[in-house]
């Protein structure tokens, strides 16, 4: 299906791909953020896709040589639209080329504001091993069943406007008996647009996600884990850490 939307005319969803180095043994999707409604086309100058380019750097960075590729979308419009779910349909659309060209590897979903309802809704796909949401758009709605078996950190920041860091952690609540590890932090005195503490985001969203690939692949990821444990100690499923 190429153009999965219901948006008017040849608008399409556009995928951009960092190809690990040697063999791929991973494949990590990065997801932008939106509107509540609109079928205007995302253009790559728009701000909600630029601002993942710095995480997908990161995290190929990271991974890269370790064969972690980084796959990042751009949605085919810029608005969730209601029942259409037009972001998700676009995910999904990614997720079967992932399939075609790298069947059977895990997959990581890294999605910010409504690219982090996103990513949990499309976590049921059975080549996600782990997902990353920072400052998602939940609700009461959002179903946590579709994180059963997975990986999750969920990053909020406390001066959101924007998204509620109280449904997000309302909702790692609802989800922690079900997912198989789920983390919930609050960043303090962030914002929505993780312009504040952006450094610590990054090692968050990479840290987590190099986490879940060297547990799943058995790749030997190297010792810059250490930080991501300091910041994460063990807690309570679905506790929130502070930082």
């Given amino acids: 299906m190429d153009n999965p939307s219901n948006a008017v005319g040849s608008t399409k969803p556009v995928l951009s791909v960092r190809k690990a180095d040697g063999t791929t043994r991973g494949v990590a999707l990065v997801l932008h953020g939106g509107r509540s409604h609109s079928y205007e086309r ?3 100058r728009h701000l909600s896709p630029a601002r993942m380019v710095p995480f997908a750097r990161h995290l190929y960075r990271a991974g890269g040589k370790h064969g972690l590729a980084v796959w990042t979308l751009r949605n085919s419009v810029r608005g969730w639209n209601g029942p259409d779910m037009s972001p998700l349909q676009d995910a999904r659309w990614a997720l079967a080329r992932i399939h075609e060209q790298h ?3 895990p997959v990581y979903l890294v999605g910010h504001s409504m690219g982090g309802l ?3 809704c499309a976590a049921d ?3 996600v091993d782990a997902v990353v949401a920072l400052a998602p758009w939940l609700s009461p ?3 946590a069943e579709r994180v059963t078996g997975r990986k999750v950190l969920i990053v909020h920041g406390s001066t959101d406007r924007w998204t509620s860091p109280a449904e997000s952690l309302k909702f790692a609540q609802r989800a922690a008996p079900l997912a198989e590890e789920l983390r919930y932090v609050s ?3 962030a914002g929505h647009f993780m312009f504040r503490r952006v450094r610590l985001w990054h090692t968050l969203t990479t840290g987590f996600v190099l986490k879940a690939y060297g547990e799943r692949t058995g790749v030997d990821v190297g010792g810059g884990l250490a930080r991501l444990e300091a910041l994460l100690p063990a807690t309570a499923a679905g506790t929130p850490v502070v930082l």
């Fill in 42 to 44: 995302v253009e790559a």
């Fill in 103 to 105: 069947p059977a590897v």
């Fill in 118 to 120: 996103t990513a949990i």
């Fill in 125 to 127: 796909d059975p080549q």
């Fill in 141 to 143: 709605t959002t179903p």
């Fill in 187 to 189: 960043l303090a005195g």
